[in-house]
């Protein structure tokens, strides 16, 4: 029938509902709108955050680069996030992983079997990376292997470039840290960006050393994920490949530039092992502006496995222990500025004080000493005599003064305005106990020598060091410098810094003397061990009795300096909780470390 022979009802009746086909398309219209472009943060009675919610889809993919930024040396080296060529396998189908002969040839291919293959693939659930049996670390392929794949045509597999965050030879370890979980921290810290859908609460962030204290500029824009389609059936989608999802901003993931030299920190680790050092640590400051360029401890960890209960992952050379008579240091500096003692006065050693069971550590006794002498000999009944003239205050005050009470990493304000921490959980150091009576005869004599309650780091010993060789002007040692946009505009600068408040120091006439004494500790004294290096050395030697439970532990320390002419680098090094009975291994582990920098200086 046509239009013009219906009745005026029915002409209206197809009017109606040609209007209801057009309001209904639009209404359907104004709601994708609204779901797609207007209220990607809320929608539903429930509040859904889409945004967020398609941040955890994403992340249900497999990631392939973290965003995270690079960590380089001082040549910018990377010392983090080297990538491999990896096998990312989708689960799909167990009717699409192949013919049997396909299946072989892949096995082959993988230095595996045809079984193993099969128990890893079946049954896969979610997309994964071909890794070793043992510790699901993925396996690096090389480019024959990868070119051997691609042309088995297997379109579930797929040959990626893949970040190894922490390479199994990485080291630094404890410097660098690790990322990992902390929901409590993501909340406290990072709320906006988890609001916003940027962070969820499984997102892995800086855990400790410099991924955690840089971890604002190291997170980065975005992870690189890799995503593959398929039906219901776990049936691969004709014409849809593996999906590569990844930030677009050529100016991102950002470079942390550290003081760090690679090559040094590589084999003073490996003359650490070498000597078999189960606990303690090494930090080489460079003279000129106090930076870091090495810094190690042991034992070592795994970044990728961390035991929070054990102390492995724990930084030495930041953490505070007994320093024995390195600390001897402490006390000649208040001695000669104060003027206490002459210079050619003598003291005499006999191998005990006479009371409070004070003895030194030579039974028969040194005889007649110098305060120069004494420093040479580390002789402890010396110190004790010295310590008689100076008072507890005197001593906490050039304590300051040298550095080894407080935190003295670099510390200051960023672009941001925010206060930044380079060293992450560095501790101060420490002269008396909370309960301890500061002005004991017998409590001053043994904090003398560097025991009862006294604390100092490693980090600590070597800037006093090169606070010396400054003539008493103490730096806060840097080991980040510069951090760098990626196309290698600087982002952020952390220039050198002094530690100087008031203008308070060691005077330059006595740092000077210190340092020449120093020289007579290898010359004559307790270092005569380091007489074979390859450069001229001077130093002080310590030894600090500790107890480790029930058991008598000693702490072996060696800090110093080298060349003596025209000086290079302050060294500190300890050895923790070593049995009496053990020989000394912080000697030979300082001149090791010292020829490893002659020998690099001579190749420069």
Not at 533 to 549: D, E
Request: proline fraction near 4%.
């Amino acid at each position: 029938m046509e239009i013009s022979q219906m009745s005026t009802r029915e002409k209206r009746r197809i009017v109606l509902v040609l209007f209801s086909i057009l309001f209904l398309f639009i209404g359907i219209a104004g709601k994708l709108f609204w779901i797609q472009i207007a209220a990607t943060e809320h929608y539903s009675s429930r509040s859904i955050n889409l945004l967020k919610n398609s941040v955890v889809q994403r992340q249900r993919a497999l990631v392939l680069e973290s965003g995270r930024g690079e960590i380089l040396d001082r040549h910018m080296k990377p010392m983090t996030g080297q990538f491999i060529k990896a096998l990312v396998v989708f689960p799909v189908n167990s009717e699409y992983l192949g013919e049997p002969k396909q299946m072989n040839q892949l096995a082959y291919i993988l230095n595996t079997t045809s079984a193993q293959w099969l128990a890893f693939s079946q049954h896969l659930k979610e997309p994964k990376v071909w890794h070793s049996a043992d510790d699901e670390k993925p396996i690096a392929l090389s480019k024959n292997q990868e070119s051997q794949i691609n042309r088995l045509g297997l379109s579930y597999l797929k040959v990626v470039d893949m970040e190894d965050r922490y390479p199994s030879g990485m080291t630094a370890r404890q410097l660098i840290g690790f990322i990992g979980q902390n929901p409590d921290r993501i909340m406290s810290i990072y709320g906006t960006e988890l609001e916003k859908g940027k962070l969820a609460l499984t997102s892995k962030i800086g855990g400790a050393g410099l991924e955690k204290t840089f971890d604002t500029w190291l997170r980065g824009i975005g992870e690189t994920s890799i995503s593959y389609f398929t039906d219901a059936g776990k049936r691969p989608l004709l014409g849809l490949d593996a999906r590569m999802i990844a930030p677009d901003n050529a100016f991102y993931p950002v470079k942390l530039v550290t003081t760090l030299d690679l090559s040094l920190q590589q084999r003073i680790e490996e003359l650490m092992d070498k000597l078999h050092i189960r606990e303690g640590a090494a930090v080489v400051q460079d003279v000129a502006q106090a930076d870091i360029v090495a810094m190690a401890s042991r034992p070592n960890y795994d970044p990728m496995k961390v035991d929070l209960v054990s102390n492995n992952w724990s930084n030495y050379a930041l953490k505070a222990t007994a320093p024995g008579s390195i600390f001897k240091t402490v006390v000649a500096a208040a001695a000669l500025d104060e003027g206490v003692v002459d210079p050619n006065e003598t003291f005499t050693c006999q191998g005990s004080l006479g009371k409070y069971g004070f003895t030194c550590w030579r039974k028969e006794g040194h005889g007649p000493l110098t305060l120069e002498q004494g420093f040479a000999q580390s002789c402890n009944i010396v110190f004790a005599k010295v310590m008689q003239r100076l008072t507890a205050k005197q001593l906490e005050s050039y304590a300051h003064k040298l550095g080894v009470l407080s935190e003295v990493g670099w510390t200051g304000k960023t672009s941001m305005n925010q206060v930044l921490h380079q060293l992450d959980t560095e501790e101060s150091g420490q002269l008396f106990g909370a309960n301890t009576p500061h002005d004991d005869e017998g409590v001053l004599m043994q904090t003398a020598i560097g025991q009862r309650d006294v604390m100092m780091t490693p980090l600590q010993a070597s800037n006093m060091i090169v606070t010396l060789l400054h003539d008493g002007k103490r730096f806060e040692p840097r080991v980040v410098q510069d951090i760098q946009f990626q196309t290698g505009r600087s982002m952020e600068k952390f220039p050198t810094q002094y530690l100087e408040k008031g203008g308070k120091q060691v005077s330059a006439a006595t740092s000077r003397t210190l340092l020449s004494w120093m020289g007579e500790v290898v010359s004559e004294g307790t270092g005569q061990g380091l007489k074979g290096a390859k450069w001229k050395l001077a130093g002080k030697s310590g030894t600090a009795q500790i107890q480790n439970g029930k058991q008598e532990k000693i702490n072996q320390w060696f800090i110093g300096y080298g060349p003596v002419v025209s000086p290079k680098y302050a060294v500190s090094v300890v050895i923790k909780n070593t049995d009496p009975s053990e020989s000394n291994k912080a000697i030979p582990l300082f001149k090791g470390i010292m020829d490893i920098l002659a020998d690099d200086s001579s190749n420069r």
